[in-house]
């Protein structure tokens, strides 16, 4: 589920807007709407997932598991969105009357994430939420794309990934987290670097996956320098077992990135069998952001 909340009631009822189920060509003709500015899209999957790959300039909820969403929402989201609407401003009426004051313009809001079924629950929470938090006009309309990324992708591909056209390679850019032993698979755009899939390690923006680069051979062989100091990794040769391994946060276990230069250093100083060289337990962003949590 998407989380409860503490809301008051009445819960019931019928939803204040419809919910509309976007596919690929209409989720994509919504973000390139003139009023686009009125629009927020939200990332419905957890923090470790959209890590990877998302819809760029979708707000991605810090969440590990998606109970958390419901909090998210009434602590973060929709106050980003009232000062987000308080700033996006209509035109004076054209109805003619005498107010000439522009008025605030309603958020659209825009929901995606794997196969759809989560959006299913954050729909009418997002609906809800705003409605018994006393911002009713705060939400104009609740889209979500229908089928999730997984349908969208395909679209994606059957209008062919490798064109040139921008809009024919779709808004996504990375790769696609699925729940089977794949972990991910590749989207038609490269990921784009940003403090989400910043190596736990050293901080470098753009890790792509939870495995290496390099993980499809036997064996590795590395001489990345390491941000951290000036000289080479050793040319050493990394078992493809190690390039596979996902690494987890030390406290939640949740998935967490680290690039090519740091697995290498990390795997290394394990081997030298020395206690003193041994490397620091790593934490995902929302441990390390919040220790007592």
Known sequence: TCGTLPLPQPWGGA????VRRLGRRAWDAALDDDRRHSIVVIDVRNAYESAIGAMVGALRPPMRATSEFGPWLVHTALPALLEKRAKCKTTPSAAGDDDDEPRTRPIDVLLYCTGGVRCEGAA???LRAAAALGAPGLVGSVGILDGGLVRYLQAVEADGSGAEDASTRGRFHGRLFVFDPRVSVAGPRPVLPGRENACRACGAPGVADYA???SSGETTTTTTPHPETT???PATVMPASVARRRHRCARCRVLILV???CRHRRWAAGRRGDP???PDPLLCAECEEAPGR
């Open 15 to 18: 939803m204040p807007v419809p």
């Open 124 to 126: 009418p929470l997002v």
């Open 231 to 233: 000289a080479e990794v």
């Open 276 to 278: 003193a060289a041994a």
């Open 259 to 261: 690039c090519d230069a």
């Open 212 to 214: 290496s680069a390099s």
